[in-house]
């Protein structure tokens, strides 16, 4: 259960939200029936406009919550109950085909490791304009422009050269914005960015939280950033969402969570992180 | 991304040189290949003859030539329907699995049990001559290395994030597999393609040779070479030796590039 049912229920009730999980469990079954509960009512909101952080450490259920929200999980997923309402439609009650209308199209989602989550025997531009014209009856040359643009957007540089270049021909910085650029180009209205600046030099990394930031400001693009890091929280995210053991642990605005951590999981995490002296 | 070694270019030479000819010969031949008396009977190569002739006084340079677009095409037919079909079913049995996937591997399984050649001569010696036959019984031979082979690469690719990330663009499971996982899995089956290309023409020759295949009296290499064998006794060697050659540069050199490919596959991998 989450332990911070007041600021969820707050936000809840407000009409700014995006997307709101609630009482979500599940679990796996093993090969042999065995079932794993990894997931324990977990209950969160994302108000529009904004960039929560879901954290927590590996294997607290980060990822398979947000797979649930894109409806991704491996068959041997097994929901117990719980909702997962994305502008007011529950998404665990649509059928396959609807789904696939919401994914990359409304909802999209960046890997850590843009490298493999690019498909290597095409070129940038292909995989960008693949996708527009997938959501979008528009014609190759029109979903090419579309896929300059949204290079441009990324700020990538050189966009006409990066459209021909193969993902193994990018630096990682590059791959990533080239990955962030194939989820904007039908312009969602969420993003899910898990683990998007691990593993990329510090530099590289706090240009692509620049982007991400900015393109909050800018064009209000609702983010849910998954993170084990509470440096670059406390840099980028309005909101933060804390989970350990498949449970949510606290929610609230970001400087509450810095600076007057409630629960003792959210004390270590900070404690932990190189912000320490933000929370004391 | 291509190999870059000396014996993928020499092959590749080869082989389209033998495509030139096969095209060539569709259109143009010195003397009819069927026609008889253009010359000496037995004559020894001549600038006339270059290849020489035989018993009835056929050119032999005329009706090798002729042979080109016959063994060429039909290699090329087998192993194009081979690479499509076994590339398409071991795709789909790999990355659906389940009762398919089962059913498919222990057929295929009872299709390798036969020894391949004499498999093939019996299909053809019941089915009856005909390049459509040969061409369907050749294919179904190799098919079992295609099918496992695609069913391989998709089943160790299709839990790669791009594969997942294809999914969550919204695309639909046979969207990712066909759009996103085949064109990863297309180099080894190539290269797999172009080796088993060698094996097909030799195994056309061979067909040829005991006068299974394709109907009596067109011209073909196998069945050259078998009509030239009494005459080697006796010295004429050029009626047997020649389409020989064909069936030999033919094979070797698909090995020899399907050879360059796989090393350029594993040294890619590694």
Same mark, same amino acid.
């Given at each position: 259960?989450?332990?911070?049912?007041?600021? /969820?229920?707050?936000? *809840?009730? &407000? #009409?700014?939200?995006? !997307?709101?999980?609630?009482?979500? @469990? =599940?679990?796996?079954?093993?090969?042999?029936?065995?079932?794993?509960?990894?997931?324990?009512?977990? /209950?969160?909101?994302? *108000?529009? &406009? #904004?960039?929560?952080? !879901?954290?927590?450490?590996?294997? @607290? =259920?980060?990822?398979?919550?947000?797979?649930?929200?894109?409806?991704?999980?491996?068959?041997?997923?097994?929901?117990?109950?719980?909702?997962?309402?994305?502008?007011?439609?529950?998404?665990?009650?649509?059928?396959?085909?609807?789904?696939?209308?919401?994914?990359?199209?409304?909802?999209?989602?960046?890997?850590?490791?843009?490298?493999?989550?690019?498909?290597?025997?095409?070129?940038?531009?292909?995989?960008?304009?693949?996708?527009?014209?997938?959501?979008?009856?528009?014609?190759?040359?029109?979903?090419?422009?579309?896929?300059?643009?949204?290079?441009?957007?990324?700020?990538?540089?050189?966009?006409?050269?990066?459209?021909?270049?193969?993902?193994?021909?990018?630096?990682?910085?590059?791959?990533?914005?080239?990955?962030?650029?194939?989820?904007?180009?039908?312009?969602?209205?969420?993003?899910?960015?898990?683990?998007?600046?691990?593993?990329?030099?510090?530099?590289?990394?706090?240009?692509?939280?620049?982007?991400?930031?900015?393109?909050?400001?800018?064009?209000?693009?609702?983010?849910?950033?998954?993170?084990?890091?509470?440096?670059?929280?406390?840099?980028?995210?309005?909101?933060?969402?804390?989970?350990?053991?498949?449970?949510?642990?606290?929610?609230?605005?970001?400087?509450?969570?810095?600076?007057?951590?409630?629960?003792?999981?959210?004390?270590?995490?900070?404690?932990?992180?190189?912000?320490?002296?933000?929370?004391? | 991304?291509?190999?870059?070694?000396?014996?993928?270019?020499?092959?590749?030479?080869?082989?389209?040189?033998?495509?030139?000819?096969?095209?060539?010969?569709?259109?143009?031949?010195?003397?009819?290949?069927?026609?008889?008396?253009?010359?000496?009977?037995?004559?020894?190569?001549?600038?006339?003859?270059?290849?020489?002739?035989?018993?009835?006084?056929?050119?032999?340079?005329?009706?090798?030539?002729?042979?080109?677009?016959?063994?060429?095409?039909?290699?090329?037919?087998?192993?194009?329907?081979?690479?499509?079909?076994?590339?398409?079913?071991?795709?789909?049995?790999?990355?659906?699995?389940?009762?398919?996937?089962?059913?498919?591997?222990?057929?295929?399984?009872?299709?390798?049990?036969?020894?391949?050649?004499?498999?093939?001569?019996?299909?053809?010696?019941?089915?009856?001559?005909?390049?459509?036959?040969?061409?369907?019984?050749?294919?179904?031979?190799?098919?079992?290395?295609?099918?496992?082979?695609?069913?391989?690469?998709?089943?160790?690719?299709?839990?790669?994030?791009?594969?997942?990330?294809?999914?969550?663009?919204?695309?639909?499971?046979?969207?990712?597999?066909?759009?996103?996982?085949?064109?990863?899995?297309?180099?080894?089956?190539?290269?797999?393609?172009?080796?088993?290309?060698?094996?097909?023409?030799?195994?056309?020759?061979?067909?040829?040779?005991?006068?299974?295949?394709?109907?009596?009296?067109?011209?073909?290499?196998?069945?050259?070479?078998?009509?030239?064998?009494?005459?080697?006794?006796?010295?004429?060697?050029?009626?047997?030796?020649?389409?020989?050659?064909?069936?030999?540069?033919?094979?070797?050199?698909?090995?020899?590039?399907?050879?360059?490919?796989?090393?350029?596959?594993?040294?890619?991998?590694?």
């Amino acid at each position: 259960m989450s332990s911070d049912p007041p600021l /969820a229920a707050e936000q *809840a009730t &407000s #009409t700014d939200v995006l !997307l709101e999980i609630a009482d979500y @469990s =599940g679990g796996f079954t093993s090969q042999t029936g065995v079932f794993t509960h990894v997931l324990n009512g977990v /209950a969160f909101s994302v *108000a529009r &406009s #904004t960039i929560t952080a !879901l954290v927590g450490e590996t294997g @607290s =259920g980060k990822t398979v919550t947000a797979l649930s929200i894109l409806g991704l999980l491996p068959r041997t997923f097994r929901r117990i109950s719980g909702s997962i309402l994305f502008e007011g439609r529950d998404l665990l009650k649509l059928d396959d085909e609807e789904l696939r209308a919401v994914r990359g199209s409304q909802i999209c989602m960046v890997f850590q490791d843009a490298r493999t989550a690019l498909n290597p025997v095409f070129t940038i531009g292909t995989q960008i304009s693949d996708v527009s014209r997938l959501h979008q009856r528009v014609s190759k040359k029109q979903a090419r422009n579309t896929a300059v643009e949204v290079l441009d957007r990324v700020r990538i540089p050189d966009p006409r050269r990066c459209m021909r270049q193969y993902p193994h021909e990018l630096s990682g910085g590059m791959a990533q914005r080239a990955q962030l650029a194939m989820a904007l180009v039908c312009r969602p209205r969420l993003l899910i960015l898990d683990e998007p600046t691990t593993g990329l030099d510090v530099t590289i990394q706090a240009d692509i939280l620049e982007l991400i930031v900015d393109l909050n400001r800018n064009e209000g693009m609702t983010t849910l950033f998954i993170t084990h890091d509470l440096g670059i929280v406390a840099e980028t995210c309005d909101a933060v969402v804390v989970m350990q053991y498949g449970e949510v642990r606290e929610t609230g605005t970001c400087e509450q969570i810095i600076t007057s951590p409630r629960n003792a999981y959210t004390q270590m995490l900070i404690a932990a992180s190189r912000f320490q002296g933000v929370s004391e | 991304m291509l190999p870059r070694s000396l014996t993928f270019f020499l092959a590749l030479a080869v082989i389209c040189m033998l495509g030139i000819a096969a095209i060539l010969s569709a259109f143009w031949t010195p003397h009819p290949p069927t026609a008889l008396e253009t010359g000496p009977p037995f004559a020894s190569p001549t600038w006339a003859h270059p290849f020489g002739t035989d018993a009835v006084g056929a050119d032999i340079f005329s009706r090798t030539l002729s042979a080109t677009h016959v063994d060429v095409g039909i290699t090329i037919a087998v192993v194009g329907l081979a690479l499509l079909v076994g590339t398409i079913w071991g795709s789909i049995i790999g990355f659906y699995g389940g009762w398919a996937d089962a059913v498919s591997l222990r057929l295929l399984q009872v299709l390798q049990s036969f020894p391949a050649l004499l498999l093939a001569m019996l299909v053809i010696f019941a089915l009856g001559n005909g390049i459509r036959n040969v061409i369907l019984v050749v294919a179904v031979i190799p098919l079992p290395d295609y099918v496992r082979l695609s069913r391989a690469e998709i089943r160790s690719k299709k839990t790669w994030q791009f594969a997942e990330a294809a999914r969550l663009t919204g695309r639909r499971p046979i969207g990712v597999l066909f759009r996103h996982l085949v064109p990863n899995s297309m180099r080894p089956l190539v290269a797999n393609a172009s080796i088993n290309a060698s094996w097909v023409a030799a195994t056309v020759g061979a067909l040829g040779f005991v006068g299974l295949g394709i109907e009596p009296g067109s011209v073909e290499w196998g069945s050259m070479v078998a009509g030239g064998q009494a005459a080697v006794g006796s010295g004429g060697w050029w009626i047997s030796f020649f389409p020989g050659l064909g069936i030999f540069f033919l094979s070797a050199a698909f090995h020899l590039l399907g050879d360059a490919l796989t090393d350029a596959d594993i040294s890619r991998r590694s």
